[in-house]
């Protein structure tokens, strides 16, 4: 049972690191070609143009729309034997400019900002906009939420927790059900607290998960906020 431990840990770590290892190589694309993008407006060779380098718009599963304010959801939860709640339909995914009304809250899908919310262990202090958190789940990221009433030894530590972990975020949300919720896309689970078994289960299982739309997708150069 220590191996197997052991193993599923040392896999685990591995798999983070070859994450942090992928978006520092994507940094360092994305530093050359504004270099390289730069060089070409001075010397002249782009005359009357604009070149637009715009990393948020690097997600090509959708037509941006200004006009929709429905989620495009549709569906129900389903909970499992363990607590997790599943999302059982459609989960939409077009990119809108618009405030959007959710069927559930937090959010755990459906149509949402072209931006994604940084999510590279990212902690909020004030509400974010559920629009680019949602954005930040379509990339596979695990957004832990917080009203009031959670304990503050709970919040502090599920805080380092996120810290640590790649693909991760943390906001207050006074819209919940429970004290601490932890969502990912498609998945939400309410938890007692930050020592709560289900919490390691959780980012184990949907961090960068196979529940993911699109895995290996960025969570930084986005917005912070």
């Known amino acids: 049972m220590g191996s197997a431990k052991n193993s599923s840990s040392a896999a685990r770590k591995a798999r983070i690191e070859e994450m942090r290892r ?13 270099i390289a993008a730069s060089a070409v407006v001075v010397a002249g060779l782009v005359v009357g143009g604009v070149v637009l380098v715009n990393k948020q718009s690097r997600d090509n ?13 549709s569906g129900h939860f389903t909970t499992g034997k363990d607590g997790v709640k599943t999302w059982s339909g459609k989960l939409a995914r077009t990119h809108v400019t618009s405030k959007v009304s959710y069927p559930m809250h937090p959010p755990v899908g459906g149509n949402h900002n072209p ?5 590279n262990g990212d902690v909020y202090t004030k ?61 939400q689970v309410a938890v007692k607290s930050a020592k709560d078994p289900e919490v390691n289960k959780f980012f184990a ?3 960068q998960g196979q529940q993911t739309p699109e895995p290996g997708a960025s969570c930084t150069g986005g917005v912070m906020k």
């Open 22 to 34: 992928a978006e520092r190589a994507r940094e360092r694309r994305g530093r050359v070609l504004t």
């Open 61 to 73: 599963d959708s037509t941006p729309s200004g006009d929709a304010k429905n989620s495009g959801d």
């Open 115 to 119: 931006v994604w919310l940084n999510c």
């Open 127 to 187: 509400a974010v906009p559920d629009e680019n958190a949602v954005h930040a789940l379509e990339h596979g990221a695990v957004w832990v939420t917080y009203t009031a009433k959670a304990r503050k030894a709970d919040v502090d530590a599920l805080a380092a927790k996120v810290k640590k972990t790649p693909y991760s975020l943390m906001s207050p949300y006074e819209n919940q059900e429970a004290p601490l919720i932890l969502s990912a896309w498609g998945h």
């Open 205 to 207: 299982t949907y961090v």
